[in-house]
């Protein structure tokens, strides 16, 4: 029950190494010796269950304050275990228990057997204690254990060492670990998304690049907002970010260093570029060219030396490329019909197909990290809808509308999918316009507004750090 894992520093670009997972939480001995097996409990009740079945029925959990032996360890304690509990509160799957019901009040001790009947006696399945320690300096040790109330076992036992910058980083890889334990999918919850930030009248916007956790917290702004920045999209293995800036009036893509905060213009086009992703191994950016027809195709950039390769050649407006998650094939947005719709084709341009019928235009298509659906914005009628299909494209199904939505991202896990919504204006002056980030479930399910500090839109989910 015990994983190592390496811990990164923020001050170093969140990859740098900064401590590790210290030691082996075997259940106390006084307890491991009968301790049954998750599961096994007199009438085989567990938490432990599928997300389908949280879904309708999410897990009762009772997260009190991790321990300390000093003020500011208990403190730190109380923050981490807030974090865990608006986590997995927000991601609609749990129900985290009110520590008010919590027998013996809002602390358990973080090494003693739990006394499971009073954790059962307030309806908890599973159960989260731990501790923290200072380790001088600015060093912290932040030790939990995840246990199953009902069978009375211990399922999970982990201790990390870093810094105290990284207190909140903690809090989220516990997070996914309680997550993937309980529901047997990997977590999201250690992870950042990249969006656009916009301020300032409705026809003088400025839209900065800026960057935060999940959770809205340790929101920057990336650029300054002295020019118009749109669509960034996350490298998959390093801290660099691609997007399309208006740079001296000139719409192009450009690559920009998390690390360093250089930006560089991606490839040697006449035309305007747009709609960029990078490919599954990073070895490459797909993006669309303007041509002087008033269309656009659709290139490979090589990011090691190796120019561009164009792929689309039809005439017609070609535009937001996405890469399948292991790279063969591309679903991108075409007018090649005579309507803006979905076609799918090799990684190479070839065997181009339609893969959209429904009634309306399609828009913005992403694959799936798991590689079983395909998301995209759909316009009918005077009403926009963010959707989910099969990459054949069939199983379709709209999870949300409203009068402007667009832009879905998903999760690396691919369970939930953020984009960004839009108000009306009540007038000329724009008043009454918002633009706000919101997440939903790929059932359609929890739908959540994700709270920043200014009007969102954009958004791109990072993988989960390493």
Known sequence: MFNTVSLLDQSLGRRGLAGVAASLLAAPAAFAQNQPTAGTGAAGATAVIDVNRARTDPIPIA????????GDAERLGRDIAGVITNNLGRCGLFRPIDPQAFIGGA????????????????????????KVESQGGDKVRVEFRLWDVLPQAQIQGTAYTTTLSN???????????????????????????????????????????????????NNRYLTDGSFLALTPRFHPTRDEIAFMSYVNNKPRVYLFNLGTGRQRLLGDFGGIT???RFSPDGNSVILAE?????????????LNGGGARRITDSGSIDVSPCFSPDGTQIVFNSDRGGDQQ??????????????????????????????????????????????????DGSGERILSESYYCEGPT?????????????TPAHDSQGHGFSAKLVSIDITGFNERQVITPTDASDPA??????
């Open 410 to 422: 998903f999760a690396p896990n691919g369970r939930v999918i953020m984009f960004w919504r839009e």
């Open 290 to 302: 303007t041509t002087n027809s008033g269309g656009s195709n659709i290139y490979i950039v090589s």
């Open 342 to 391: 979905l076609y799918m084709m090799s990684a190479d341009g070839s065997g181009v197909k339609r893969i959209s019928y429904g009634q309306g235009r399609y828009a913005t298509p992403v694959w799936s990290p798991r590689g079983d659906l395909i998301a995209y914005t759909m316009l009918r009628g005077n009403t926009f809808a963010i959707g989910v299909m099969h990459p």
């Open 107 to 130: 602390a358990a001790p973080a090494a003693a057997v739990p006394n499971f009947q009073d954790w059962k006696a307030i309806g908890a399945q599973a159960l989260v204690t731990g």
């Open 167 to 217: 207190w909140r980083r903690i809090a989220h890889i516990i997070s996914d670990v309680i997550y993937e334990r309980l529901l047997g999918e990997k977590g999201y919850f250690d992870t950042r998304v990249v969006y656009i930030a916009g301020t300032g009248p409705r026809d003088r916007r400025i839209k900065r690049l800026a960057i935060m956790d999940q959770d809205g917290e």
């Open 63 to 70: 997260i009190p304050v991790l321990s300390g032996a000093s």
């Open 274 to 276: 747009l709609s960029p």
């Open 461 to 466: 989910w990072s993988p989960l750090l390493t």
